[in-house]
């Protein structure tokens, strides 16, 4: 938490008037009682009617100049909490920016979210409010004692025994507190993931008729938010009167040892009520106090959350030495007995893959589901580093050319078609900045969406994601490779990003592409049609090249190709494939 | 000033009260009693700073002590009942109030499962999750707290004014004094920050949905190295929020200054004017003190109800939104006359079956006339977009046909109810959508009455035995929501054996093949023979092998039927299908 201060350090200018002001404000509440003891004494006592006049218009005054610096403080902590959250946020999203692949591994992105949002904001209202109230509470409540003592020490100590007390009996109740409402978000989150889980499985909840199941499910869940809740609550709310009750009975003593001091003339009437004032205001600061507690508590706990993002190491540096020549690149790769393991795991996914894929050529990668297919796609933009083995684009090694200048090279479309809220236009362009309509339209063409797209109301201005259309899973797939066919990449990454697509689009799509552009594509896929096209296939089986060659080959060589073909195409295909 | 969540307002907010006020009669007997407490705590109150100065006039400026004595003995059975009678309100209340919460979200939750498939599709589950929990949070806290708050604010108001005026009325009016500017000052204010705060709301809501939506496709940004650009218009939107946030936070933080300042003020001129009537013997020592606790004891409430207001509006909106969930129509209202389908050999028949998801323009599936005899495997092929995955919708009446009828034995299906109909179908949809839970009672959710024996015999079936013994717990190992441990594939073969033990006559598969190894997909497709034996069976897939062993294969394009038929048949023909299978078999060329 404390670790966060620094960046309030730019501000400190601004950190130290509210808080002069803030200190103003307090000065003018506690001389108040000491300014009416004055008035009743000198004034009502001695029926000096000047007196009252004299101490009314201080008063006056006071409590204007008060409102004044009031007004200041409010805008200058207002000021601080806003910039500092904005530094803070900066810094956050700045780091989650820079996070490799395995960073990001490590935070689910539902709380990368969260931290970003809900918890910097917990932070930065946090700060407002000690700039503005949080401080007047203790300080109040110091100040108040400090007072009473210097009116009339016998009477105060009273006070000075009593708070600590209350206090310890606050920080207790906070503490239990904590507990319970940790509790309560646990039963709620359950709750929640009853809900969650329903939305999204309407259909088959409804079809296998689970409902009466689901509605179980839930009231049991339910319920025990009830109950948590409900004793959290009740728990909680005892603070107050308990608080309520010593306080007023330490009045009730300062009166009654008041009227004694006052018989025996040691005290006189006014300063018994200043006191009594006192205790009064003491009183609502310490209720005060017990919520800011909750909240600093709550703010703390979000500080934590947010001090794990920027406490992150990033594991993957960019290249350090530019030895590295500028200018255009082939698109040669080299693969050359390269192992890797995703960081934190055990098994390799990858063990001595050895393999070249020349500039221009069309490779097909087939295995089955965990066999390392998309792990070796994710290596070559190097998104992880490899445990052993070289990786070469045109004979030079990975780690030897800067990231953004590898990265501009490759042009990656991942199994799940990503799209951002925006114009059509606006996502192909994310593929490149400034990329002109012709060149939009151009890539659209050869992804096999042009059509698709001219057909909407808006055409390529029409609004995706939250308010806009929503496309099928095709037309997702088709739309992310216009975005990487955009940058004309001189690698281009297929994962898997036709198995939405009929087999006539298919065809058409990797027709375009060999037409269209010169560059080495790599594509994932299952389908046997679509690895007929390739200039050379490579087989995969628990992260070993276990086969390399073209359709023919394969298909006459290899036992477990033959396999595949047999269970795509029936006896027919091999059939098929024996006559051309 | 805490942070204020987001606030809405209220459309028309009487019937919404009143539906609450409805579960709040649940408890009718605790909301009397509550309210008792209330004017109970409110009167004790407004008692202890009237005694205090009783006690400074009568007894302490007189040296009465044993007056005193009694006295205090009296203030303190008031401070003890005065704590009683909060705690008893509080404790109450939170037990009504979490009841009726309780109540609205079990309601909430029961007509979710009563809504038709269309509402889920129009929206997003992230806003109705927020209706759920955002709304009813805001409702529950309401009831909580705020509905006491106000009452008692009222209360106390009603009753220290009262004995203000008893005491001195003229001190009373110097008080009330202030009111007007505490009117003006507020107004002032809250003209500006309503501005302000919906400004607030929109620019972080931008912000917000900016950061959900670029984390949520980070791996997107980097592998394309676009960083620098989002953190660009990250700034963008960051720099707008705190602008319009400095501005909104600004302006409300005056309202406690404003406060603050009255108070002052009202201290000032009970001490100071109070202090001179006093002089003149008018009001005593004893009331200047009773009047001061009692101006504080007056702008506190009052600061309280216009907190409260808002919170208030905000949870009557938040209702309103659960309400609107509530009357939606529910997906069985048409049902009063439907029948029962019991016993089906799986015949289904489409007539001229019209549909389309939009109120005008084209439809998405026209004419569509087909009929399947009863364990047939039909296979729908077409491209993207052609109507496949709608002629499934209304097969199993997620959607209802606008023209044309649907039969199954030849009974329409929009005669009977659509759990009995349901209640004859399996899925094996394209997301396998498997529950928290263990593998066992994944599986067992296709029937909930299988025996043990039953959910390993439909895992054999479904090819999904041999895994799920290679895993740890095997049948126990537990699955979590987010796909973690097993492998797409073996997810669908769990859907699969689901499907299989569920033992249905009518099976429907939505391109449930086209994401898995080649492997896996070779499990999976002997998996499917087993499951579609005897059984009518709706398969939307790509694989040539499926399509080809089909008993009837239907094209669609734009909605409509263009060619139908065995794989034999269709060959013959020449025609879309003829080309299709031909451009898969050998790329472009043909000859």
Known sequence: ????????????????????????????????????????????????????????????????????GGIVNSFAASHVAQSFGYD???????????????????????????????????????????????????????????????????LALILVIMIPVLVFFLVWMMKRAMRLFKGVQERLDQVNGVIRE????????????????????????????KEKTTASLRFIETTMPVLMLIMNGGILFIIWLGSEYISTGDIQVGEVVAIVNYAMRITTSLSILSWLMTVVARAKASADR??????TEIDLLDAKETGHIGGEYEGKIQFDSVSFRYPGSEALVLKNLS???????????????????????????????????YIYLDDEELTHIPLHTLRKQIGYVPQEAVLFSGSIRDNIAWGKEEASIEEIMLAAKHAQIHETIMQLPKQYETTLGQKGINLSGGQKQRLSIARALVRNPKILLLDDSTSALDLKTEGKLLHALKKGYSCT??????????????????????????????????????????????????KEGLRFEAKS | MRPKAKMKKPENWFPTVKRIWGYLRE????????????????MLGLLGPYLVGVAIDEYIVTKDESGLLLLLCSLLGVYVFYSLSTWLQNYWMIGIAQ???????????????????????????????????NDMENVSSTLNSSVIQIFSSVLTLVGTIGVMLWLSPLLTLLTLTIVPLMFYGMKWITNRTGKLFKEQQSSIGELNGFIEETISGQRIVKTFSQEEKVIGEFLERSERYKRSSFWAQSYSGLIPKLMNLLNNLSFTIIAAIGGYLALKGVVSIGVIVIFTEYSRQFTRPLNELANQFNTLLSAIAGAERVFEVLDEREEAQDEKEASVLRHVTGKVEFEQVSFSYEKEGHNTIKDVSFHANPGETIALVGPTGAGKTTIINLLSRFYEVQNGRIMVDGQDISNVTRASLRSHMGFVLQDSFLFQGTIRENIRFGRLEASDAEVVEAAKLANAHSFIMKLPDQYDTVLQQDDSGISQGQRQLLSIARAILANPTILILDEATSNIDTITEVKIQEALEHLMEGRTSFVIAHRLNTIQQADQILVLEKGRIIEKGSHRELLEVKGFYYELYHSQLKGDKIG
Do not use: C
Not at chain 1, 364 to 374: D, H, L, Q, R, V
Not at chain 1, 523 to 530: D, L
């Open chain 1, 521 to 570: 594509t790599l594509i994932i896929t299952q389908k046997i049609s679509t690895a007929m096209e390739a200039d050379k296939i490579l087989l995969l089986d628990e992260g070993e090249l276990v086969a390399i060659g073209t359709y023919a080959q394969l298909a006459e060589t290899n036992a477990l190709y033959q396999k595949i073909i047999q269970s795509q195409f029936g």
């Open chain 1, 355 to 389: 393999f070249t894929a020349e500039a221009r050529e069309t490779v097909a990668i087939m295995g089955a589901t965990g066999a390392g297919k998309t792990s070796l796609f994710q290596l070559i933009p190097r998104l992880f580093d490899i445990e052993s083995g």
């Open chain 1, 88 to 154: 803070v946020r900066k810094r956050l999203f700045e780091k989650v920016q820079a996070f490799s692949f395995s960073n990001l591994n490590k935070f689910a992105a539902s709380s990368l979210i969260t931290r970003l949002t809900n918890d910097v904001t917990m932070i930065q209202s946090t700060v407002f409010m000690g700039l503005r109230i949080m401080l007047r509470a203790p300080q109040m409540v110091i100040g108040g004692v400090v007072m009473a003592l210097f009116v009339h020490v016998q």
């Open chain 2, 27 to 42: 408890r009718e007997k605790g909301i009397v009693f509550v309210l008792l407490m209330v004017i109970v705590s409110s």
């Open chain 1, 198 to 225: 329903n939305l999204m499985g309407t259909r088959v909840i409804k079809v296998f008729l689970r409902k009466d199941h689901e509605v179980k499910r839930f009231a049991a869940a339910s319920d025990e938010l």
């Open chain 2, 99 to 133: 009841h009726t919460v309780y109540r609205m979200r079990s309601d909430l939750f029961y007509q979710f499962q009563l809504l038709p498939i269309s509402f889920f599709d129009k929206r997003k589950h992230g806003e109705l999750m927020s209706r759920v929990t």
């Open chain 1, 1 to 68: 938490m404390i670790k966060l201060f620094k960046y309030l350090k730019p501000y400190q200018l601004f950190i130290g008037l509210a808080l002069f002001f803030l200190l103003v404000e307090l000065g003018v509440e506690l001389v108040q009682p000491l300014l009416m003891a004055k008035i009743i004494d000198e004034g009502i006592m001695q029926k000096d009617l000047s007196v009252v006049v004299f101490w009314g218009s201080i008063m006056m005054g006071m409590a204007l100049f008060s409102f004044l």
């Open chain 1, 306 to 311: 947010v001090n794990d993002i920027v406490d």
